[in-house]
């Protein structure tokens, strides 16, 4: 089992090297991933010979939640390769080309000799990376999957920006002892690569791209299909784009009520519309500074940590780092996001807040963010994941977006039930949240199963989330060329829910909380279908 189990996550590391679950990882630091079809093929062929021997083992306990694991990852290994969404994505961090290299290898933080070097081969590797995202383009737009004309817009224009100003590059302003070596590298390789790339883009694509009333997979050939598989891959379970649709509808109208009970109290307001209204536009609702918002994620944070053994036995060996996003990084990131810790535990994961243009970011968010992205959410899970021991790596490096997001999510909400929310705003920010991840539901699916174009996905953010301009837009460009991850964030949670709530049935007055938590965090990222299973053994 132990051999098949590492075959797969070699399969993993191979498909995408830059995770960032992986870093530190034996055999990854110096690659990128070959965007070929062949290398792909190669790829699934690999994949599929371990689900053939997979499928021949029969196991319990332990070997039966590994095997649950492995078989999951490389069933979504295989749809990712079939989506081919290489072939038409330009301009999202995850899936096309540009944003693996100028978001995520731009990330890097090398330290010592041997992982400068790694830096460098990576670098060197990029003309050829590019050359093989041009031809897998050249070979959507020959076969009918056409980019959308937007994105490949943004994409021209982010590499002209990108091309103009060398001195803002990112990979220039990763720090190296080798500076002069990586600068040399940048000039006469690296930045003719993307020159060439953005020359594709503009002279072959753009023209040949879909119109945003088009947008969504379901315009694509096999895109129906296509999607089906994602929502599958991304959720982990079995409910259909249909089902989720409604989904999201219903819970937008249980937030309603909420908003409308929370408001009346703290601004004495009835609907959830006037409520929602108050949030976007009251100025007092805005941080005066960045020291100011740094301030209150780390007083979130500090407040969970001291009160997380009351509810987790289970506890990270190591505590949370907050820190504000990089000067460098700041204007084109996210509001927070959290970096785990190399594997090695060599040091610890990282909450980081952005506090770029602090007066116009909402207050009410920042505590159900630093919820979700460090304690009790991705800090604790994913940090405890590798602190696994005596079962295969795949076990601690798995991604898995409904167990991972879906914990996150849950977070938020049991954070209310601990108490550590200071007050009704902060509350109402929870609330924030729990809207855009049930919107998320009703506009992935909009767009990829119902042939919605963009502009009904952007207005339905407008009426029905407390989102930004900036972020409406950027969010529904996500959703676009990552389809079905959006998915994830709530169906997780409801699926923790639910567990959670059979769990309670099933044992009485002996349910304890805190081991349920202990339950969910002690094997590693699980699919939901594994997870039901280690929640059933436990009930009994």
């Known amino acids: 089992m132990r051999e098949l189990a590492d075959e797969a996550l070699e399969l993993l590391a191979t498909a995408d090297p830059l995770n960032e679950l992986l870093v530190g990882f034996p055999g990854t630091e110096d690659r990128l991933n070959d965007l070929s079809e062949a290398a792909e093929q ?84 990029i003309p050829e990376f590019l050359a093989q995202g041009a031809d897998r383009l050249r070979h959507g737009l020959s076969t009918g999957r056409l980019p959308i004309a937007g994105r490949v817009r943004a994409a021209v224009d982010y590499l002209d920006a990108h091309l103009a100003a060398p001195e803002a590059d990112p990979l220039h302003l990763v720090p190296l002892n080798a500076a002069a070596e990586r600068d040399d590298l940048l000039a006469a390789e690296v930045r003719p690569a993307f020159a060439a790339y953005r020359e594709v883009l503009h002279a072959e694509a753009l023209e040949r791209g879909r119109p945003d009333d088009r947008a969504g997979l379901c315009w694509l050939p096999d895109g129906e299909a296509t999607y089906a598989a994602l929502v599958r891959m991304h959720t982990t379970t079995g409910r259909t784009p249909e089902e989720l649709h409604r989904t999201g509808v219903e819970l937008l109208a249980e937030l309603a009520e909420e908003y409308a009970e929370i408001g009346s109290r703290i601004f004495g307001l009835r609907t959830a519309a006037e409520v929602q209204q108050r949030m976007r536009t009251d100025p007092g609702l805005r941080w005066s500074d960045g020291r100011e918002l740094l301030a209150a994620a780390e007083a979130a944070i500090e407040r969970a940590e001291r009160g997380a053994p009351e509810w987790f036995g289970r506890l990270p060996a190591q505590r949370c780092q907050v820190a504000p996003v990089p000067a460098d990084r700041a204007p084109n990131t996210s509001a927070a996001y959290y970096l785990p810790g190399p594997v090695d535990g060599s040091r610890p994961g990282t909450y980081y807040a952005n506090t770029h243009l602090a007066e116009q970011r909402p207050r009410f968010l920042a505590e159900a963010t630093a919820f979700h992205e460090a304690v009790p959410g991705h800090h604790f899970q994913i940090t405890l994941a590798q602190e696994l021991t005596g079962v295969p790596k795949i076990r601690q490096l798995a991604w898995v977006n409904a167990y991972m997001e879906g914990w996150g999510l849950y977070s938020e909400r049991f954070a209310d039930e601990a108490g550590w929310y200071t007050d009704d705003v902060a509350r109402l920010g929870m609330l924030a949240m729990d809207s855009n991840r049930a919107a998320r539901l009703v506009v992935d699916t909009g767009l990829h199963a119902f042939g919605w174009s963009r502009q009904r996905a952007v207005d339905y953010l407008r009426e029905n989330t407390l989102m930004p301009e900036v972020e409406v837009q950027s969010e529904t460009d996500r959703y676009l060329e990552m389809p079905g991850q959006a998915l994830s964030y709530m169906v997780g949670r409801l699926e923790i829910e639910r567990l959670r709530d059979r769990a309670r049935a099933a044992l009485g007055a002996a349910f304890d909380l805190r081991a349920f938590h202990d339950l969910v965090l002690g094997s590693g990222p699980l699919p939901m279908p594994v997870l039901d299973l280690v929640v059933a053994d436990w009930t009994g």
């Open 42 to 125: 190669s790829l699934r062929d690999r994949a599929v010979r371990v689900l053939d021997a997979a499928s021949r083992i029969e196991a319990t306990g332990q070997d039966a939640i590994t095997l649950g694991v492995l078989v999951e990852q490389t069933e979504s290994l295989i749809t990712r390769i079939d989506a081919r969404l290489v072939e038409h994505t330009v301009h999202d961090g995850q899936t096309a080309p540009l944003g693996k290299l100028l978001e995520l290898l731009a990330s890097s933080r090398p330290t010592g000799a041997q992982q400068e070097q790694d830096f460098l081969t990576r670098l060197a590797a």
